[in-house]
């Protein structure tokens, strides 16, 4: 079987545990596939921006990256923060309404999941 | 395609961030038809408070019913803090139980989206 | 109609809005049969631990559990709270991982609820 999960984020003191809970979904998953995406609008989007001196958070998410998490980020809360693609880190796709993507997200068979 | 949508609020504070998730939705759907609802419970029902000079959450919430947006308080909330559908401003809807509201919307295929 | 929904609780003083809900949508399904579930992962499993002075929230856990409501423990945060099996309420069951079962039970047609 396989497990979809869209994961949301809107406040920027939610991300470690929001990180944790997508660590531990794909950690329960085992060998069985799973589609994990973290949508993040709001002020969320501020721990996307990159820095040469990557936090823990950063880290984290760089590292879940790596085993197939995809993280979005909300182009409307972009605008709302000043911020550019190219402000963020390298991985880090975006979408042009957050809540869009949480809506096709659903329709498409994937859980929602609010840390 | 239809889009349909929940959005569940229960804190007063989270207003501001809630309708303009609901805005975001309606704009990024273009002209594809948008059912969106939102669902308040808890101490959220008190920004229902109807007043002759209605503030800037009020007239935002206005304005986003003019465009097609449900407004539903939950009687059970209405209760709690002595509300009486008279109170409210003359757009919102009103539902037995939110949470049974919020259960009904999504086995009909609308998402549920917690700003 | 059978009403299912699962109840997602991650922060301790968010117990007494949960339980509310629930029994709630209990009240309002009427004889309809409802499979609910609270879920509980983070800092919220603490309020899981027995006591044999039962505080106002473990007795209401105590009587909606009688109404039929399951209430579930993630194992990863009562790791991370050195918490074992023995140490919780004795209705109260364990799962691997939380956000698993957030994920298997929306797969299985439960309304995600997140007060």
Redesign the interface.
Known sequence: ME???IF?I?ESDRWR?TL???E??L???GSSPVKAEVLA??GAVLQYVFSSHPNEIAQKMTFLHRRGVTFAA?R?AMKAYHLEPEDLLAFVTTV?????E???K??G?Y?????
Chains 1, 2, 3 share one sequence.
């Open positions: 497990y979809k999960a949301h809107d545990l944790g809970n997508v531990n979904l950690n329960a998953a609008n709001g909300c409307n042009p309404a957050g809540v869009m949480l809506v096709q659903q329709a068979g859980a929602y999941i609010k840390p």
